[in-house]
């Protein structure tokens, strides 16, 4: 028999709280009594701690924590170059200080968000998002900076509402539409109604199209603006639903989804790994669980830091 993905995660809250400068005398005789209440949980640390390749030295710190000051501090070295990158890394990643200082909303990592607006319309803003608003007597301007939003307009014919994302201009002539920025480009989805969409080119003049209910458009400063194709609106925006859909999509394109709802990092290291096809409906509140559910189904294994930083792989 084999641990369960609930043990393996005991495991590595375990391995993540003894590591810590913070562990306590108790901490360890806790960790005693659960490595010897099931065969099990103690065959999940040995694999974890045999996956680290240090199994001799975390043992020998859960026992007798005082007395390999010289190898701990050696340990600790090794590990402080990775630590800090890693550090740097979610600092650029989780920190984009200048979007924040331009939005006038924004979205955690996980969090949703609806945003009444002045003149009546709805902003319904997806993780990781960040919106600037303008709307006064004279306009109604808005720009998403990142993530995802719908909106859901209210009419008014003297002020056309318009949002700005990347090189495009976004116009209602419709009640409710999403905007997603996705890497170097954009996915514009009509759920009602219509919109008309305009995207700047650094040679030539601007693209135009209009864009029908249950229709979608994408747009990027190196690939233009492409016909309108029609689309599963559902599917679309299931995220306010709390769900992710997936129909025949790459697995790399499935964890760069779920990168946007954890408050961490998920990488892939081989090619061949990221083109294995999934389908399925998730949810968004447990991407780790989505996780796990994707490592048994496709047959992977992952290198775990903690929940924070999981690289899967064959």
């Not at 803003?125 to 960040?130: K, Q």
């Amino acid at each position: 028999m084999k641990p369960s993905a609930a043990i393996k995660a005991a495991a590595r809250d375990w391995w993540t709280r003894l590591d810590s400068d913070t562990a306590s005398a108790r901490d360890r005789a806790e960790f005693d009594r659960w490595l010897a209440a099931d065969p099990l949980h103690k065959q999940a640390h040995d694999q974890l701690c045999s996956l680290w390749g240090e199994l001799d030295a975390i043992k020998i710190r859960v026992a007798k924590p005082a007395a390999i000051a010289p190898k701990n501090a050696l340990w600790r070295w090794q590990w402080a170059v990775p630590t800090l990158a890693m550090g740097c890394l979610a600092l650029w990643l989780f920190s984009p200080l200048s979007v924040l200082l331009r939005a006038d909303f924004h979205t955690g990592f996980g969090e949703t968000r609806d945003i009444r607006l002045s003149d009546g319309s709805t902003a319904h803003l997806n993780s990781d998002t960040a919106l600037a608003v303008r709307i006064d007597d004279g306009q109604r301007q808005l720009t998403l900076l990142k993530g995802e939003a719908w909106f859901e307009v209210s009419p008014d014919k003297a002020r056309p509402f318009q949002v700005h994302a990347e090189h495009g201009n976004i116009t209602a002539l419709g009640t409710a539409f999403n905007v997603r920025l996705r890497d170097s480009r954009t996915e514009v989805s009509v759920t009602q109604h219509s919109l008309a969409v305009d995207v700047e080119q650094a040679h030539g003049p601007a693209l135009h199209a209009v864009v029908d209910e249950g229709q979608q458009v994408v747009y990027g400063s190196q690939t233009g603006l492409s016909a309108p194709q029609n689309i599963d609106t559902q599917a679309v925006t299931a995220w306010q639903r709390g769900q992710l859909v997936f129909e025949n999509r790459p697995l790399g394109e499935v964890v760069a989804e779920l990168n946007r709802y954890h408050r961490g990092y998920l990488l892939i290291n081989d090619a061949e790994i990221t083109e294995r096809r999934v389908n399925g409906v998730f949810r968004t509140d447990q991407p780790l669980a989505v996780l796990d559910a994707l490592e048994i189904s496709l047959k992977l294994h992952s290198t775990r830091v903690g929940d924070y930083l999981v690289l899967l792989h064959r």
